[in-house]
């Protein structure tokens, strides 16, 4: 009987896709063949990335969870004798009969022609992308060990650790080639960073901006906009916003801008400046909370 996946990875059945990914991540390091040499542990680390191809795909998850495919990733099915040996999916049809796959599978399945006795092996590589390219989307290009190449497209939206599935892009077989799996890894921004579906921004304000307010340009990960400043912005306040985020691509909802403020004061405090300060001082002392 095939493993539980969320038992391979050791997280529950409801951990979110974050879980899934690190505790993948933590796993794959500590079984890795190069690190791990020996039958065991290359073994345990198929099953790891077998999980892992399953669980980190949202659509195939969901099949998973609902026992329409199995731990290895293939359809389901349960042999009725009441139903004259007609196959249905694990977890009921209701119609009572066969999908159409299924009874393809099963055919196939009869005559010795099953999915895994012709199909090539998966095959695993990982892509860097650009912060803002995993914003927006991009074309890539991926070079092979072999020297070969693969042109995939970076969806908008795609997320730190998520797999891309090519099909037929991987290992021959006899009857058909598997696929590829392309991990995108994501670089860090010098100055965005992405939490859900939105973004976090520092926004650099000069004294008096701070202290009159006003409208100034910042720049999001949708393009600059315009942002009004009430008088007396602090440094640290957040405002935010709407839709200068990520664009979820399964619902289609587009997370919002995080703009936190930072005064910054300038490089030389003149004497005329200086002397501004002193003499409002005299009138306008308060308290910052220092306590």
Do not use: C
Request: a neutral charge; hydrophobic letters at 30%; glycine letters at 14%.
């Amino acid at each position: 009987m095939a493993d539980d996946l969320y038992s391979t990875l050791g997280v529950a059945r409801t951990a979110s896709e974050d879980d899934i990914r690190k505790a993948y991540r933590k796993l794959a390091k500590e079984y890795h063949p190069d690190l791990n040499p020996g039958k065991q542990a290359e073994e345990t680390f198929k099953r790891i990335g077998a999980a892992n191809d399953i669980l980190s795909d949202p659509v195939r998850r969901r099949q998973y969870d609902r026992g329409e495919i199995d731990a290895n990733g293939e359809p389901a099915y349960s042999m009725n004798p009441r139903r004259s040996g007609r196959a249905s999916p694990a977890g009921g049809n209701p119609r009572g009969g066969m999908d159409e796959f299924a009874f393809a599978d099963v055919f196939t399945d009869m005559f010795g022609g099953g999915r895994n006795n012709g199909r090539g092996q998966d095959v695993r590589y990982s892509l860097d992308v650009d912060f803002l390219e995993a914003i927006s989307g991009a074309k890539k290009r991926v070079t092979l060990p072999e020297g070969g190449v693969l042109d995939l497209t970076v969806p908008e939206g795609v997320q730190d650790g998520q797999v891309l599935r090519l099909k037929g892009k991987g290992g021959p077989g006899t009857v058909e080639r598997g696929d590829a799996l392309v991990e995108i890894k994501v670089r860090a921004h010098q100055n965005f960073k992405r939490v859900g579906d939105d973004v976090t921004f520092d926004v650099p304000v000069t004294i008096d901006e701070a202290v009159l307010g006003g409208k100034i340009e910042v720049a999001t990960v949708q393009g600059r906009v315009q942002l009004t400043l009430p008088k007396g912005t602090n440094t640290g306040q957040v405002f935010r916003l709407k839709g200068k985020g990520v664009r979820n691509a399964s619902n289609g909802v587009t997370g919002d801008g995080l703009a936190s403020i930072r005064i910054v004061m300038p490089t030389t405090i003149d004497d005329s400046l200086s002397y501004f300060f002193s003499e409002w001082r005299q009138t306008h002392k308060y308290d910052p909370g220092r306590g």
